[in-house]
């Protein structure tokens, strides 16, 4: 199953655990966070000012 950008973090991490590299690579450091659990990839992007399109290519190359 692909992830898209409307999977939240939660949902990506507990299916694909090889995920957890890649969003750390991002900038994203708080992946086991209760409020990011809850966070789509598309939100997290936002706030952290990653590119949403080359997160997604890179958690499905991941993946």
Do not use: W
């Not at 991490?13 to 809850?38: D, I, K, T, W």
């Amino acid at each position: 199953m692909a992830i898209t950008k409307d999977m939240t973090i939660g949902e990506v991490v507990r299916n694909h655990r090889e995920a957890v590299g890649v969003l750390m690579e991002f900038g994203m450091g708080c992946v086991g966070c209760p409020s990011a659990q809850a966070e789509t990839l598309e939100e997290a992007a936002s706030v952290h000012g990653i590119d949403l399109d080359k997160l997604i290519e890179n958690l499905n190359k991941a993946v």
